[in-house]
């Protein structure tokens, strides 16, 4: 237990450590329950000593305010394209041309791999992260402070004091994208269709809670300041060549520099290096290598970058309108090859989703024989007018399992044959729910399903049963213990311990942990159930308005309920018009009880839109939440429906559109009184 202040900042210093041998070197110090237990014991301090919370804490990573959009920055040096080759003749000719420009080959290339994400300038001023933008048009980006101060990698102090421009890649391993997009089928939202649109899509979230439950990775690629093209005044001219003349002098080669950037704690790629300018067989034999292992790395590569090393050159070579002359992206081929398409199987995945996969005349691929493919989903297949016998292109890499890119029309005889979109599911018969892009069995009994249901409603937000995990969920599925939810209140003792791997002991702990779930509150019943579109904030929503008789209430009735829409309203309605008799029972065997009713207190901000502008006395995530629990609806932006204004020192741009729209301003330490006042102090 943390006892003071010396303590505290101790234990900060211990959390960013092992969160960095963590996320960052990939070489964890501690077990998660360890760093768990720590992360708890300073959560708890930060709560009682508000006024004492480390702005660099992890436990400050996961921004509470929800924006209503995002605010311009401009770029203090601008974010330029950058040139692509494509063959080993087009990158030549660029070598070529940079050795006309610098005349002579006596200098050396710096090269790194080219991550495909969404590129992040970073800027930290006195040590501390103040600002992360999105390229934008180059000049200007978009303001994802918030955003990216929940990505673990990217730090929040470092040890540099000066003004500098850190410029990177926000990207998500290739096995995250996947469980993302299960995730995001088993919710009913549209997938990504690459891990790059992942990122950036996860990168641009108005909640930055979204954004902090992604697992996103920042892998620095280059700098801005002092180094690009000054492109504000943020920075004096004179300031900006000093700075630019001291980072040369120091670092000399971009790959000193880089080496820097990485000792300042941020993750470094699985591979870079130097290669001279009169040897081209050292660029093309790392070009070569980075093919070779981009299929074993597990981010997305798109290409290798190649720069000149020497920081000295850079002025001299300069930019076109749109692109440094002293870099290149030298990309990686696309591999496709023309082949038919014989037959369509339609696969269940555990949450019910109905995903159609592509049966191929067998094509040898980048070396891998490709017999099957993804169609995405049914809506896809009517857009590309995809029909079984079909001459399809077919694109295989490392980075994306094969996927139809094109069909041959001109190819066709007549007796290609059109897809139907299912009405069945293929395992259990049972009518699907067809929402367009998302076709899903509803039926919570069917096999396919079963056991994704089982872990799902067993997970720490629904009944949270501790012990019963995927392989348990499967063991008891397998040996016929369990074919649906209810299954889990007969298990006996003697059941389990017939079972591979449980002891007694085991046994009676999996039995206690299922009777504990008895009595749970009711928004953790909902929950479990697995309703499409209803996650735990609307699960909460529904046990407040209707409580646990919700599945007697009509379909028209939910959308009384803020935020409910039709594709909500109408899962809802097909799930309890399949398993209505399995609701009931389920809760004559959980008992779940209603939420307890509170008395609504009135105070100066109910029902008030207020906006919070300057620096505050303590963090405007605690200011927001204290607003909010006295009933104010806490914004980004300022417009004539704003009540109030509350300003801090150094108040900003929404304090003068306060002034001219005629919006109540409020000082901070008004506001104090009067939530001193509201509270009874």
């Known amino acids: 237990m943390i006892k003071n202040h010396e303590e505290y900042k101790k234990a900060v210093e211990t959390l960013k450590k092992w969160a960095y041998y963590y996320y960052v070197l990939d070489n964890p110090l501690v077990t998660d329950e360890e760093y768990d237990k720590l992360y708890r014991e300073v959560e708890k301090y930060e709560k009682e000593h508000p006024d004492e919370i480390d702005p660099t804490s992890p436990t400050q990573r996961v921004g509470d305010v929800v924006l209503e959009g995002f605010e311009k920055a401009r770029h203090i040096t601008k974010m330029w394209s950058m040139e692509d080759v494509f063959d080993e003749n087009e990158f030549k000719e660029w070598v070529q041309r940079v050795k006309r420009l610098i005349g002579h080959d006596k200098f050396s290339f710096y090269i790194e791999p080219k991550f495909d994400g969404a590129s992040l300038n970073l800027v930290y001023k006195n040590g501390r992260l103040i600002r992360a933008e999105t390229r934008g048009d180059g000049e200007i980006g978009e303001d994802v402070t918030l955003n990216a101060k929940t990505i673990k990698t990217i730090p929040l102090e470092i040890e540099y004091k000066n003004l500098i421009e850190i410029r990177g890649e ?67 001219h004179e300031q900006y060549e000093k700075d630019k003349n001291e ?40 070009y070569n290598e980075f093919i070779e292992i981009r299929d074993s790395l597990p981010v997305m590569l798109d290409g290798m970058v190649v720069k000149v090393n020497e920081l000295e050159l850079l002025d001299k070579l300069g930019y076109t309108t749109k692109y440094p002359r002293w870099m290149v992206a030298y ?32 094509v040898e691929i980048g070396g891998v024989i490709v017999e099957r493919a993804t169609l995405h989903n049914f809506d896809e297949i009517e857009r590309m007018d995809i029909r079984i016998g079909d001459h399809v292109i077919v694109i295989r890499s490392g980075d994306v399992i094969p996927k139809i890119t094109k069909v041959l029309y001109h190819k066709r005889t007549g007796k290609e044959k059109p897809i139907p979109r299912p009405t069945h599911c293929p395992v259990c018969g049972s009518e699907v729910l067809d929402e367009g892009a998302i076709i899903k069995c509803q039926n919570l009994a069917c096999p396919a399903r ?35 939810i209810t299954d889990l209140f007969k298990l006996k003792v003697e059941d389990l311990e017939r079972l591979p791997g ?126 909010e629990n006295l009933g104010a609806h806490v914004t980004n932006s300022v417009s004539k429906k704003t009540d109030f204004v509350i300003v801090g020192e150094d108040p900003g741009s929404k304090y003068e559109k306060a002034k001219k729209l005629g919006v109540k301003i409020l000082k901070e330490e008004d506001m104090w009184k009067m939530i001193g006042e509201a509270n009874g102090n």
Not at 451 to 461: D, F, L, M, P, R
Request: with cysteine; aromatic share 8%; proline share 6%.
């Open 247 to 286: 980072f040369i002098e120091k670092f000399k080669t971009y790959k000193k520099l880089m080496d820097f950037v990485y000792s300042l704690g941020f993750k470094e790629p699985p591979k870079r290096g130097e290669c001279l300018a009169d040897d081209l067989e050292c660029v093309l034999r790392k």
């Open 170 to 236: 926000v990207v998500i391993k290739k096995e995250d994208f996947d469980k993302l997009n299960e995730e995001r089928i088993k919710k009913g939202e549209p997938t990504f269709a690459n891990p790059r649109n992942a990122a950036a899509g996860s990168l641009r979230q108005l909640d930055p809670k979204i954004t902090a439950s992604r697992p996103l990775l920042f892998y620095p690629w280059g700098v801005g300041y002092p180094i690009e093209v000054l492109n504000s005044d943020e920075v004096s």
């Open 331 to 362: 990309k990686f081929p696309a591999v496709e090859k023309e082949t038919i398409l014989k037959d369509v199987v339609i696969q269940v995945g555990r949450t019910g989703v109905l995903t159609p996969v592509a049966i191929l005349e067998p």
């Open 502 to 627: 449980f002891a007694r002991k085991k046994a009676e702990n999996l039995i206690n942990a299922i009777q504990r779930v008895k009595g749970i509150d009711c928004w953790r019943f909902v929950n479990a159930l697995g309703i499409e579109h209803i996650g735990e904030v609307a699960s909460k929503k529904i046990c407040e308005t209707f409580g646990i008789d919700f599945y007697k209430h009509k379909p028209e009735e939910f959308y009384k309920i803020e935020g409910f829409g039709p594709e909500m309203v109408k899962s809802i309605a097909e799930y309890i018009k399949v398993n209505k008799d399995k609701i009931e029972k389920l809760i004559e065997l959980i008992q779940p009880k209603n939420p307890e009713k509170e008395e609504i207190k009135e105070t100066p901000f109910t029902g008030k839109t207020i906006v919070l502008t300057g620096s505050m006395s303590k963090p405007r995530s605690e200011i927001k939440e204290i607003l």
């Open 450 to 484: 079963v056991v994704n249901t089982i872990i799902y409603a067993a997970s720490k937000n629904c009944l949270d049963i501790e012990g019963l995990g995927e392989s348990v969920a499967k063991l008891l599925y397998e040996k016929g213990l369990v074919k649906d």
